[in-house]
T-cell receptor, first 114, second 113 residues
């Protein structure tokens, strides 16, 4: 069975500084991995996805993530935080066979201060 | 514009009443999903449907029911059997067997008084 662990429930950064949101995964098969963002009382928006192509994945709004099989990690980064990045971020894993259920992490709330 | 609409945005009900949450999509997606979100937890799958007139239980289906009579619609009924129904409910859709194409609606916040 697949699972993900988001290592920080809250991350605080200053505007203009780098962002690092950490995610470790567990999967019996080669997984598909995703990062979604959720602004307060809104639906989820896909930031980026890894589906066994390039290990460095670029997403929207300047975010990127690197798939590291040896570390079972898929950390999300951004070189310079913007106030509008303040939101909840979810790391998600799915299998590649059968019904491809999405399994969500518990989320990391990103706080950005001026 | 293509997308998913959920209505209403906020819903209040008395304990013991059934309530139906609406989800409509115009993305021409075959598959649709319902998730529940609670504070401090990730999303949990309630029901999903890969095709019209067929649906399957997810991880937390007890106390919920669905129907899929039309491709674009997937309503969720929260019944009185659901012990703790207050939550944020999210609907999603995707191309069949392509969960990496999943799009989410804006959600409905249900509060049971």
């Amino acid at each position: 069975a697949q699972s993900v662990t988001q290592l920080d429930s809250h991350v605080s950064v200053s505007e203009g500084t780098p962002v690092l949101l950490r995610c470790n995964y567990s999967s019996s098969y080669s997984p598909s991995l995703f990062w979604y963002v959720q602004h307060p009382n809104k639906g989820l928006q896909l930031l980026l996805k890894y589906t066994s192509a390039a290990t460095l994945v670029k997403g929207i709004n300047g975010f990127e993530a690197e798939f590291k099989k040896s570390e079972t990690s898929f950390h999300l980064t951004k070189p310079s935080a913007h106030m509008s990045d303040a939101a909840e971020y979810f790391c998600v894993v799915s299998g590649v066979t059968g019904f491809q259920k999405l399994v969500f992490g518990t989320g990391t709330r990103l706080l950005v201060s001026p | 514009d293509g997308g998913i609409t959920q209505s209403p945005k906020y819903l209040f009900r008395k304990e013991g009443q059934n309530v139906t949450l609406s989800c409509e999509q115009n993305l021409n997606h075959d598959a649709m999903y319902w998730y529940r979100q609670d504070p401090g937890q990730g999303l949990r799958l309630i029901y999903y449907s890969q095709i019209v007139n067929d649906f399957q239980k997810g991880d937390i289906a007890e106390g919920y029911s669905v129907s899929r009579e039309k491709k674009e619609s997937f309503p969720l009924t929260v019944t009185s059997a659901q012990k703790n129904p207050t939550a944020f409910y999210l609907c999603a859709s995707s191309r069949r067997y392509r969960i990496d194409t999943q799009y989410f609606g804006p959600g409905t916040r249900l509060t049971v008084l």
